[in-house]
């Protein structure tokens, strides 16, 4: 069965940075694009950033561009957000997902790693 | 804000059926695929819905979906207790290059 398992949150002081991880298994990791979406507590889901199967394409979310960067190993069947210049308003659940098609939507999730930026 | 407008709630009786709508443009549900979620308290979102129409193996075909020019809707029949959650709209928008997401919708049983 498909399994998604972040890791790598905490607490962080605004400007410090992080990097989250993934660890992908029941599904073949290395023909599936991924998802990182976060949800602030009390709040709606909002979609962080996107990378295709083969990393050549990689979108994100205007609040995170510049400062959040998605990557993967696929001989790792691992995907990251390494996020960078973090602020109060970055502390949310994060949860990567396996793409459904087309980066149209997210067909499995993790449980989420929870992000909390304060000092 | 989100360009995937949801109204924030709505309610039935057990049995009942309700409808969620998630209203957008053309460059995202008008021109791509629409994707429907369930979340229960405290849990991760779970795919109900992907493609517009199609339901994972495993959820009932209590739910549905469907789309029409730039608006979407989830459809709950024979609403139970365990459907009480908040349920969110996606797709991707071509103009963005990003996938969003609806503003949500909150299901209560009476």
């Known amino acids: 069965q498909v399994q998604l398992v972040e890791s790598g949150g905490g607490v962080v002081q605004p400007g410090r940075s992080l990097r989250l991880s993934c660890a992908a298994s029941g599904f073949t990791f290395s023909n599936s694009a991924m998802h990182w979406v976060r949800q602030a507590p009390g709040k709606g889901l909002e979609w962080v950033a996107v990378i295709s199967y083969d990393a050549s394409n990689k979108y994100y979310a205007d609040s995170v561009k510049g400062r959040f960067t998605i990557s993967r190993d696929n001989s790792k069947n691992t995907l990251y957000l390494q996020m960078n210049s973090l602020r109060p308003e970055d502390t949310s659940m994060y949860y990567c997902a396996k793409d459904t098609s087309l980066f149209c939507g997210a067909a499995y999730w993790g449980q989420g790693t929870l992000v909390t930026v304060s000092s | 804000q989100s360009v995937l407008t949801q109204p924030p709630s709505v309610s039935a009786a057990p049995g009942q059926k309700v409808t969620i709508s998630c209203s957008g443009s053309s460059s995202n549900i008008g021109h791509n695929y629409v994707s429907w979620y369930q979340q229960l308290p405290g849990t991760a979102p779970k795919l109900l819905i992907y493609?517009?129409?199609e339901r994972p193996s495993g959820i009932p075909a209590r739910f549905s979906g469907s789309k029409s020019g730039t608006s979407a809707t989830l459809g709950i029949t024979g609403l139970q207790t365990g459907d009480e959650a908040d349920y969110y709209c996606g797709t991707w928008d071509s103009s963005l290059s990003a996938t969003v997401f609806g503003t949500g919708t909150k299901v209560t049983v009476l």
């Open positions: 493609d517009n129409n």
